[in-house]
């Protein structure tokens, strides 16, 4: 809406110089052009579709508040119109009596242009231009001040509509979308056994229902408890949805969607992921056996060495694998997905203690093989050298083979053997190459 300038004139009235026709007529040229500016706008704050709905609809909190000071004020705003509509059409009939307007005409069409010459009555009106003091049944004004009021009016209007209509315009609909989102989700939830006190999504999408629902109530009754003005913005409706709680709420949808898409990822492959789990705690098992047998053959074998217990099998989790196969043939999914995630964990644990038993129990043969491999290695170095027949390597071969095959085997007293093996070699086939070679150093070492 326009607001109306200021009037030249020249000298002669209580409220400046009597103007002169040309000054008049370019007045009221003026003033019609502002008359249709705040018609026009009028018409379309009435047609508004935040304010229909505003009208129809049953409010609550602050936006009821609101509201009924905004009803009041486009009511006085019609009234002022009124007003200003039926000033403008008596100064205009008032200048059409004659062609060439008299100086009597001139001083009173000045008289209306510039003074207060208009009275806005009906409703307690606060005095202009502020919104504060005491409140007129009736009040004058000049054009100038009645636009001024007008656009204030106007401006306070619109921006509790438009806000008003912003959050219908956002909220709503996206609740609505968020809400048929939450029954799909909630339909699948069922089918995997995924229910209220039964399973913490159920739980959460009771709690997501509950919220939605509140929050569309809420939204629709009392709008303007979701707007946030612009900081620093005077423009009508500067500012925005507040959308906190919808965003909490489709966050939390996206996480128990997110866990029901998991439990149904399982009824697709429970089977094989259950068939994994036999194989893995099968092989934990059969190490498992294989430890205990070596552990049996290094206790007789091996003399002076200690040799870690093994463990039993694993029955407990074969326990709750035969309850993950019995979840399974009940379609209980919401309660098979946990407990195949940590048995798949606990399964691979299972599998490589077994294998670290193992090696550890089967650690004394493996020294003993390594023994025997590099007596037989260095034995075979002395014979391709022509050397076999030396009698101090003869002796201590013998020595350091009698050790490591017979039952029980000291492994301390036989690596020195054979150390001590290496170390005749070594000075035997010195003369021979000109020196030691450097298995021989590393050997003497």
């Known amino acids: ?143 100038e001040e009645l636009v001024a009021r007008m656009n204030e009016l106007y401006a306070s209007a619109l921006d509790m509509v438009v806000a008003a209509d912003a959050v219908w315009s956002a909220l709503p609909a996206r609740i609505d979308l968020l809400s048929a989102e939450l029954q799909r989700t909630r339909s699948l939830a069922h089918s995997v056994g995924v229910r209220p006190g039964e399973h913490p999504s159920g739980d959460d999408l009771e709690d997501i229902t509950h919220e939605l629902s509140a929050l569309r109530a809420q939204v ?80 007789a074998k091996i003399a002076a060495s200690e040799v870690p217990a093994v463990s039993g099998p694993p029955t407990a989790l074969q326990e709750r694998l035969a309850t993950a196969a019995e979840y399974r043939r009940h379609s209980q999914w919401h309660r098979l997905s946990p407990l195949l995630e940590s048995l798949e964990r606990e399964a691979e644990d299972e599998l490589h203690r077994a294998r670290e038993s193992l090696t550890a129990v089967t650690a004394p043969l493996a020294v003993r093989a390594e023994l025997r491999g590099r007596l037989d290695a260095y034995k075979a170095k002395v014979a391709r050298h022509g050397m076999a027949e030396d009698p101090l390597l003869i002796e201590r071969y013998d020595a350091a083979r009698r050790m490591l095959w017979s039952a029980p085997c000291d492994l301390r007293a036989a690596e020195q053997a054979v150390l001590r093996y290496q170390q005749a070699a070594a000075e035997v086939l010195v003369p021979r190459q000109g020196g030691a070679e450097p298995e021989d150093r590393r050997g003497d070492a």
Request: glycine share 8%; net charge negative; with cysteine.
């Open 220 to 299: 629709v009754s009392d709008p303007l408890a979701f707007w946030r003005p612009a900081p620093g913005s005077s423009a009508p409706g500067g500012g925005r949805p507040d959308t906190d709680r919808y965003d909490r709420a489709a966050r939390a949808l996206e996480e128990v969607r997110r866990d029901i898409e998991a439990v149904l990822q399982v009824r697709q492959d429970s089977e094989e992921r259950l068939m994994r789990l036999r194989d893995v705690l099968s092989r934990a098992d059969r190490t498992l056996t294989e430890a205990r047998s070596a552990r049996g053959e290094v206790l």
């Open 1 to 143: 809406m326009g607001v109306a300038g200021p009037f030249p004139g020249s000298a002669g009235t209580p409220h400046g110089p009597v103007m002169d026709r040309d000054e008049v007529d370019r007045a009221l040229a003026r003033l019609g052009a502002e008359h249709e500016a705040v018609e026009t706008s009028l018409l379309a704050l009435q047609d508004h579709a935040g304010r229909r709905l505003l009208e129809g609809a049953e409010l609550t909190g602050v936006t009821k508040e609101r509201w009924a000071a905004a009803d009041q004020s486009i009511t006085l705003l019609w009234n002022c119109f009124d007003a200003y509509t039926a000033a403008l059409t008596d100064i205009r009939e008032l200048r059409a009596r004659r062609r060439w307007s008299s100086r009597e005409d001139l001083a009173e069409l000045t008289e209306r242009l510039r003074g207060r010459s208009v009275t806005v009555a009906g409703h307690a009106v606060p005095s202009a231009p502020s919104l504060t003091g005491p409140a007129r049944l009736s009040e004058q004004f000049t054009l």
